[in-house]
């Protein structure tokens, strides 16, 4: 199957160990059968790849099967050059991002010459934003800045990015309906995610004539921000973790009256200790963390285990 997607990013954060897609085109479900969201591949605690420009099923199964095979973002450039399943790499769009075996952002991208122009990318230690049939170049430039200057979660920043895309035309086949797109999406995948149960996975499949979905994207990410963040923002502040960074056993203190459930991952998404935890003061064993470096501790109601109301970065010296 084949379709053209348009502007897009994909970034990670080594604070929380988030991985983060996001992206609009030109076509939706009710006019073009294909919708934005067909180029996101989210793969949690380990990175996300976008496969755009005259998209192809096989092209983006071979790309992820090769970032669970550990290749980077580098590699992965090189590997879908060299064996695009048509023989013609030119025509292709791709940007992936993913975390190192130390838990270190990396991010790469490839544009093909035979892409539609306007075309090119921007990429960052932790991003990389790609497009293609848009109105201009600066519409990358735009959504780099956003993403950049932008403050608070990955997904804030992301919403950030895409409404750096959102004016008419940006891709460029949409500037007769005034409007940057048809379809858009925002999806955000914490490390121990399933990923068909991501933190976040909005999904705007398509907009009636001349409707922005860079704005009706925003609705629903203030929506969804309006009923987790609130929650999450109060438990964040009731939990401290100390000292830290330390070289001993860690002290935690939980101000809250809900039971929750501790887990612990290392910043390449592994798991290392689970624990249940009531209000109190409580002990982590220094011979808990198997060596040196930074860890993740997510706190979650212990009766709804996939919710994450809280996340903490721990430096084990």
């Not at 609009?24 to 990175?47: F, H, K, M, N, Y």
Request: hydrophobic share 40%.
């Amino acid at each position: 199957m084949n379709a053209q997607d348009t502007f897009s990013i994909v970034a990670v954060d080594s604070e929380t160990g988030e991985v983060g897609s996001a992206g609009a085109t030109c076509l939706d479900t009710q006019q073009e059968g294909l919708a934005a969201i067909i180029i996101s591949d989210v793969l949690p605690g380990r990175g996300a790849i976008h496969t755009q420009s005259y998209w192809n099923t096989a092209n983006q199964a071979n790309a992820r099967q090769k970032m669970e095979e550990g290749l980077s973002p580098e590699e992965l450039m090189a590997y879908l050059q060299a064996n695009d399943v048509q023989f013609n790499a030119t025509v292709r769009q791709y940007g992936a991002v993913d975390f190192d075996e130390n838990g270190q952002p990396r991010a790469a991208a490839f544009t093909g010459s035979n892409c539609l122009d306007e075309k090119g990318h921007r990429v960052g230690d932790h991003y990389a934003i790609q497009g293609n049939i848009l109105l201009d170049e600066w519409i990358l430039d735009s959504m780099q800045a956003a993403f950049l200057e932008a403050e608070g979660s990955l997904a804030e920043r992301l919403m950030a990015a895409m409404q750096g895309a959102n004016v008419a035309g940006a891709d460029s086949r949409c500037l007769n309906e005034g409007v940057s797109s048809r379809s858009a999406f925002l999806r955000v995948a914490r490390p121990d995610d399933a990923e068909d149960n991501l933190f976040l996975d909005l999904n705007i499949p398509f907009t009636p004539f001349g409707e922005e979905p860079i704005d009706a994207l925003q609705a629903q990410f203030d929506a969804w921000q309006s009923t987790n963040q609130t929650e999450l923002d109060r438990l964040q502040t009731r939990i401290q973790v100390f000292p830290n960074p330390s070289d001993a056993d860690v002290q935690l203190y939980i101000e809250s009256a809900l039971k929750l459930e501790l887990s612990i991952y290392a910043t390449n998404g592994q798991k290392i200790h689970q624990q249940l935890l009531q209000a109190g003061q409580h002990t982590l064993l220094r011979s808990v963390f198997p060596a040196k470096g930074t860890y993740l501790l997510h706190f979650a109601q212990a009766n709804r285990p996939e919710t994450k109301l809280a996340v903490k970065k721990l430096i084990i010296r």
